[in-house]
């Protein structure tokens, strides 16, 4: 679980471990089982299998895809592409062979099949893997995309990797340890005082029209709203301090778990529009926000939540 409104600044930890699930029952008062220690985790490893993967199944069809190997999910502006099939698979093989047991929801096995979801209500340690974020942007040669994977176990994300290979970007958090970009600490900050606050928001392609009706409360004052691009580059730019905040519709874990560690890890603060902690497992609810200071997500919020 994602803890609404609490930043590294404040002095409390930004993810908080909560479980989703009653622990076994094998005696009244037993204590539950510690989350998986990702310090037993080679995280270089793991960096390593996603760079490979953008390296062999991505990179080699940036730019050079054919009209068959496109096909509409489920409409036109909802895409696949065989890079995000054959990644998706190279990482699901390569990541589970450096946690065995762990399992796998990717975006493009849950499509096949929906059942793949019940792994975040598991013990197992999870990978939640967006093989390509952007695809309509990869489609149409644009390199703002990324390959997304976050390490989650009984609802809790651990660690993330963020990878925009076209952009030569590598951003990776760990729960408790902060955030880095290509070795470089993130730290979000805050917006400037009385500055206009840049807020990317769910497209209007993928929006209903109720989503847009909440989403144009935004549209107000000292609030510059525009459609946002790969979700997962979006919440670097947070991390990075180049945007202020992120409002968004829509809950699927593969485009969020990475993301919104990223953001807590470098200081900012997250929360759902009911003002609770936002839940990778799903029943959130919607709209939430992903901001660089608590000041700045509680704004959005208050907004989103009165048109609500």
């Not at 803890?3 to 909560?18: E, F, H, N, V």
């Not at 037993?40 to 054919?66: H, K, S």
Request: net charge negative; aromatic share 4%.
């Amino acid at each position: 679980m994602i803890d609404a409104l609490r930043t590294q600044d404040s002095g409390d930890t930004a993810i908080t471990p909560i479980a989703t699930a009653p622990a076994a029952a094998t005696a009244p008062d037993a204590p539950e089982a510690p989350l998986f220690d990702v310090s037993t985790l080679d995280l270089a490893a793991v960096e390593v299998a996603v760079r490979r993967a953008a390296a062999d199944e991505i990179m080699p069809r940036f730019r050079q895809l054919a009209a068959e190997d496109i096909v509409e999910k489920n409409g036109p502006h909802d895409l696949v592409t065989v890079a995000d099939r054959r990644a998706e698979e190279h990482l699901t093989a390569a990541l589970t062979d450096l946690l065995p047991g762990s399992l796998v929801v990717g975006e493009e096995a849950v499509h096949a099949d929906p059942r793949v979801l019940d792994a975040l209500h598991g013990d197992a340690p999870v990978w939640i893997v967006d093989p390509v974020d952007g695809t309509r942007q990869f489609v149409h040669g644009d390199p703002g995309f990324a390959t997304l994977v976050a390490l989650a176990h009984r609802g809790e994300v651990l660690a993330s990797w963020t990878y925009a290979p076209a952009l030569g970007l590598m951003a990776v958090a760990r729960r408790g340890a902060g955030a880095q970009l290509n070795g470089v600490p993130l730290r979000a900050g805050s917006p400037s005082s009385g500055a206009v606050l840049d807020v990317a928001t769910s497209h209007y392609d993928f929006t209903t029209d109720d989503q847009k009706r909440v989403l144009a409360a935004l549209e107000t004052g000292g609030i510059a709203p525009r459609p946002c691009g790969s979700a997962g580059l979006e919440y670097l730019h947070i991390a990075r301090g180049e945007i202020d905040a992120t409002a968004f519709s829509w809950e699927n874990a593969w485009d969020h778990a990475a993301g919104l560690l990223l953001v807590h890890e470098a200081g900012g603060a997250s929360g759902t529009v009911a003002g609770e902690p936002f839940r990778i497992e799903g029943d959130n609810a919607l709209p939430f926000t992903a901001a660089r200071d608590t000041a700045t997500a509680r704004r959005i919020l208050g907004l989103l939540a009165a048109a609500n």
